[in-house]
């Protein structure tokens, strides 16, 4: 929550949403409720401070739908030869075999890929 106006500072609310801010000085104030992936309707309300608390100053939240992060693989990949090891994967065209284990320098048979 952030207070401004006569006087600024700012309050966190607690879990059941009650904030306070202590000590004003007399005059008129905003307040605007502040909280990371939140909507808050009204957005802001003012108060006026005249010698008494204030109470129901309230404020209606809602999660801020997030996008999803979606990472795309490059288009094409290389792949160097030249180490000592084996690359293994699953699956084949008929389901019943693993791909075929890179050999060194990355050289593979004709008859590795059926």
């Given at each position: ?113 059926g």
């Amino acid at each position: 929550m952030v207070l401004s106006g006569a006087a600024s500072t700012s309050a966190t609310a607690d879990n059941a949403g009650n904030y306070t801010f202590a000590g004003l000085p007399n005059g008129s104030y905003m307040v605007t409720p502040k909280h990371t992936g939140y909507a808050f309707t009204p957005g802001n309300q003012s108060a006026t401070v005249s010698g008494a608390n204030i109470t129901g100053v309230n404020f209606t939240a809602n999660a801020v739908p997030v996008a999803p992060t979606i990472t795309t693989q490059p288009a094409n990949q290389t792949v160097d030869g030249g180490t000592d090891g084996n690359l293994c994967g699953g699956g084949s065209r008929d389901g019943t075999a693993g791909l075929p284990v890179a050999e060194e320098r990355g050289q593979h048979r004709r008859s590795d890929f059926g």
